[in-house]
């Protein structure tokens, strides 16, 4: 992406914002709440330099101004449970709920009471990047009667479809696009899923039957390619990029090799 890009991309991701705010109102769900990077503690801004949660999104209470809790995703369960579920999901009568049974989103709920901050429903929509960056956009009404779960069922596709455009315009806008992924050889994604599952350079060198130096090469020369110091930072960049599974960390099979394929 050209420097010149991010102000049209950034217009762009203020545009999705204002079909976001549209769209919620138009379905019940007017209180909107959006973050970029939930593990930023910078909120989504408009070309203006002013947060997005000013002058597009409007909340339940216009006096919560939860962009300035730099601790609000860690304590928001309608935020956590993004870390747990992929997929669009629902909050009703105290409850998460998604299109399917989820374990991950039952436990949530069974956790405690969740603070609501006035929400009565919402349907929530979690966005993953491929840099490991994960975003969530919230739309709710504090009215606890809404039926949400059939506006789930009606537009659950084209919110999370929304979400994804904005959030990722938005992030490539400010963090940039324009290098390609790394890529790396069948050998170095090998070490780096023995070295995920625990193992020695020494004990990968017997396993895969190469030299200790070979496998430090390839451990090093992938780290060079993902653009990081060191053996755990190349892990979980190459773990982030999936070129390990996450069943392959810490990992191994009964087989004495990595959970997935070489």
């Not at 009703?92 to 949530?108: C, E, K, Q, V, Y």
């Not at 490991?132 to 084209?158: L, S």
């Not at 990722?168 to 995920?196: F, H, M, S, V």
Request: hydrophobic share 50%; aromatic share 8%; glycine share 8%.
């Amino acid at each position: 992406m050209a420097a010149d890009d991010a102000p049209n991309l950034l217009s762009d991701a203020e545009v999705l914002a204002r079909e976001i705010a549209d769209i919620g109102l138009a379905i019940g769900l007017p209180a909107i709440a959006a973050a970029t990077d939930i593990g930023s503690t910078r909120p989504p801004m408009g070309s203006d330099g002013r947060p997005l949660a000013e002058t597009v999104f409007r909340w339940i209470d216009p006096t919560f101004r939860y962009w300035e809790d730099h601790a609000f995703a860690l304590r928001a369960a309608f935020i956590h449970a993004a870390r747990a579920c992929a997929e669009p999901y629902y909050f009703t009568g105290g409850r998460f709920a998604s299109w399917r049974p989820n374990r991950a989103l039952d436990a949530i709920t069974h956790e405690g009471p969740i603070q609501t901050y006035g929400v009565g429903a919402a349907i929530v929509a979690p966005v993953y990047l491929p840099r490991g960056v994960i975003g969530v956009v919230i739309w709710a009404t504090p009215d606890a009667g809404f039926d949400v779960e059939a506006a789930f069922a009606a537009h659950a596709e084209t919110l999370h479809i929304l979400a994804l455009r904005f959030v990722a315009t938005y992030e490539d806008a400010i963090a940039g696009a324009n290098r390609t992924p790394a890529r790396l050889t069948r050998r170095e994604i090998q070490c780096l899923k023995w070295a995920a599952a625990g193992k020695t350079d020494a004990e990968i060198s017997a396993a895969v039957a190469i030299a200790l130096p070979t496998v430090r090469f390839h451990i090093g020369n992938a780290a060079r390619k993902l653009a990081v110091a060191g053996r755990a930072q190349a892990i979980h960049r190459a773990a982030i990029l999936g070129y390990i599974g996450a069943r392959d960390v810490g990992r191994v099979s009964a087989a004495g090799r990595p959970g997935s394929r070489d």
